[in-house]
């Protein structure tokens, strides 16, 4: 076997490796989750998983990375195709919320990984997150400066949107079965998809960063 098909294949288990343990974390969290299932789910033996990766924490560290290092690129990506602060900010929102919804492990190891406070991998998540909230201030300063936005206060309004997406995902079966209930007459939101959701914290966000204080 040549060097070059070996570099191949090691590349190939690596990204199985992650791409199950995404999987994992997200349903069992970094405690719940163990190395022999893993190593199951990816065909491999557990000598192999540990080959590429250290231990357990190597493994997170490596996972978390990779998902927050893939939502800030396309965030990037999405924020050329707009040359106005209220665009981006618009266009920050929908790209987060459809790659949220259409990687639904996202929201699960965030929203898991902060409830802990970073506890697992702090240096990992806070390096991440916060290139991700630079982008999102950027854009807010930028139009704040312009005139378009009145009162920022970036940290309050990242957390809005993050939040908000991240729970409405993630919440999305507890909404479902709340709404079939009929002891209270209640609006779960279990028919709104993530585009209506997007659109209702953009237009909300905006009416509140356009008025005086």
């Known amino acids: 076997m040549t060097k070059k098909i070996q570099k191949r294949d090691a590349a190939v288990s690596k990204q199985l490796i992650i791409t199950n343990a995404i999987k994992l974390f997200s349903k069992k969290g970094y405690g719940g989750a163990s190395m022999d299932e893993l190593s199951k789910m990816c065909n491999l033996n557990k000598a192999m998983v540990f080959y590429y990766f250290k231990n357990k924490k190597g493994l997170y560290e490596a996972v978390m990375q990779e998902i927050l290092e893939e939502i800030y690129h396309t965030v990037i990506e999405e924020n050329k195709l707009h040359d106005n602060?209220?665009?981006?900010?618009?266009?920050?929102?929908?790209?987060?919320?459809?790659?949220?919804c259409s990687h639904p492990y996202l929201p699960a190891l965030l929203l898991k990984e902060l409830s802990d406070s970073g506890a697992v991998i702090p240096e990992v998540l806070f390096a991440s997150m916060r290139k991700l909230f630079a982008l999102f201030s950027d854009i807010l300063k930028r139009g704040e400066d312009a005139g378009y936005f009145k009162d920022v206060v970036p940290m309050i309004?990242?957390?809005?949107?993050?939040?908000t997406l991240n729970l409405m995902v993630t919440t999305k079966p507890l909404r479902q079965k709340a709404q079939t209930l009929d002891d209270?007459?209640?609006?779960?939101?279990?028919?709104?998809?993530?585009?209506?959701?997007?659109?209702?914290l953009i237009k909300k966000i905006n009416l509140m960063l356009k008025e005086d204080r």
């Not at 209220?86 to 919320?97: H, P, Q, R, S, V």
């Not at 209270?184 to 997007?198: K, L, M, Q, S």
């Open 85 to 100: 602060p209220i665009a981006e900010l618009e266009g920050f929102i929908k790209t987060y919320a459809s790659f949220a």
């Open 184 to 200: 209270i007459e209640i609006d779960t939101c279990a028919g709104c998809d993530i585009d209506e959701i997007a659109t209702y």
């Open 157 to 163: 309004l990242y957390f809005m949107v993050l939040g």
